[in-house]
């Protein structure tokens, strides 16, 4: 069940970090540190305070943070050792279902990406399809370092928001 935002003011930091610990992709430091910064006005502010921690951060903090995110259809999703969350990302834009050509062009255009950026490639998954998401990766690898860098964390923001919004009640009024 969702929780409303005066449930997660209440929190202890224990709990907030237990429960908030992966709305960014194996950054549990993320939500440590946000966790002071309450109390939260709101969903939105809380997803605010998360945005402007990642924004403050220089820019090797931002590469670290892409480099904790598991490839789209990589090894991580062949051996089941996914986060609960990126599984059920991944498998809702069907990449636990790609054929062998796309399965070899997702790796491949994977591999260039990161050996071109020293990053991964990150997209919001739940926001794409396979077609849409191989679309992507192959237009990405032909940007600059600083503009994937930047496209990749205002992904990385997309991904937390809508986990966010998967644990916490949205702030917009109820229409009756
Ligand atoms: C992911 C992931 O795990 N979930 C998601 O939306 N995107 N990974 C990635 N490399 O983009």
């Given at each position: ?101 796309e399965s070899s062009r997702m790796a491949r255009l994977n ?66």
């Amino acid at each position: 069940m969702r929780m409303d935002i005066a449930a997660v003011n209440a929190l202890s930091y224990e709990d907030f970090v237990n429960i908030f610990g992966n709305v960014v992709e194996k950054c549990p430091i993320i939500t440590a540190a946000v966790w002071s910064r309450r109390p939260f006005a709101s969903l939105t502010a809380l997803e605010a305070s998360i945005s402007d921690f990642i924004d403050a951060l220089p820019e090797s903090g931002k590469e670290g943070i892409l480099r904790c995110h598991p490839d789209l259809a990589g090894r991580d999703l062949q051996s089941g050792t996914l986060t609960r969350e990126s599984h059920e990302e991944q498998a809702g834009a069907g990449m636990d279902a790609l054929n062998p050509a796309e399965s070899s062009r997702m790796a491949r255009l994977n591999e260039e990406y990161k050996e071109r950026f020293e990053f991964p490639f990150v997209v919001c998954a739940r926001m794409h399809d396979k077609a849409n998401i191989l679309r992507q990766l192959s237009e990405r690898c032909r940007n600059g370092r600083v503009v994937e860098r930047a496209r990749g964390i205002e992904e990385v923001k997309k991904i937390c928001c809508l986990r966010l919004q998967g644990l916490v009640l949205s702030d917009a009024p109820n229409k009756l």
